[in-house]
């Protein structure tokens, strides 16, 4: 069964400074993995996801992330934050009947 | 743009009643889920259904049912419902072609059970 570990509960950043959260899996096969964010009241929407090809992935609102399989991490990064990312990211990884695990998830409180 | 919509934003229930979250989607997805969330545990998926009237348990199906009869609309159903299962519940849906993986969500709906 997979699995995903975001080991920071919790991070804050300051505005202008960059970001990188940390996310492992466990997956037997090829992973499809994702990225989601969820602004405070809102709902899950996708930042990228990787399912094969290039291991490092842009996504929206200037994210990206890289697939490191040997080290089985799928780290998210974003060079310089605003204070509007402030949220909470989680990581997925999909299974090949369309199942996603989440991970528990990362909060980032951004500070001026 | 793929929209899914729930029932409620906010639901305030008694324990025992029988609560109905309903969830719909207009891009014609073949695969619904339900979720819920709590803090420091992330998403944990309840129930899912890759067709309609065909549904399979997820990791925590205890103590919930569902319920798809038309293509478009997936219901979670807590028959007797418990102060445990105070949560953001949250639907998503995703297509079978293409990159059937991504999940699309809907806002969520925050339930408190008293």
């Known amino acids: 069964a997979q699995s995903v570990t975001q080991p920071d509960i919790h991070i804050t950043v300051s505005e202008g400074a960059s970001l990188e959260l940390r996310c492992n899996y466990s997956y037997g096969a090829t992973p499809y993995l994702f990225w989601y964010v969820q602004s405070p009241g809102q709902g899950l929407q996708l930042l990228l996801k990787?399912?094969?090809?290039?291991?490092l992935v842009q996504g929206i609102k200037g994210f990206e992330a890289e697939f490191k399989r040997s080290q089985s991490s799928f780290n998210l990064r974003k060079p310089s934050v605003h204070w509007s990312d402030a949220a909470e990211y989680f990581c997925a990884v999909g299974d090949s009947w369309g199942k996603l695990q989440f991970g528990a998830g990362t909060q980032v409180v951004v500070t001026p | 743009d793929v929209k899914v919509t729930q029932s409620s934003r906010y639901l305030v229930k008694r324990t025992g009643e029988k609560v109905f979250l309903e969830c719909v989607q207009d891009?014609?997805?073949?695969?619904m889920f339900w979720y819920r969330q709590d803090p420091g545990l992330g998403l944990r998926l309840i129930y899912f259904s890759y067709d309609v009237k065909m549904k399979e348990k997820g990791d925590i199906p205890e103590g919930y049912s569902v319920s798809r009869e038309k293509k478009e609309r997936f219901s979670l159903i807590l028959e007797s419902a418990s102060t445990n299962q105070t949560s953001m519940y949250l639907c998503?849906?995703?297509?079978?072609?293409?990159?059937?993986?991504?999940?699309?969500f809907g806002p969520g709906t925050r339930l408190t059970v008293t």
């Open positions: 990787y399912f094969s090809g290039d291991t």
């Open positions: 891009m014609d997805h073949e695969n």
């Open positions: 998503a849906s995703s297509s079978t072609g293409g990159f059937y993986h991504e999940q699309y």
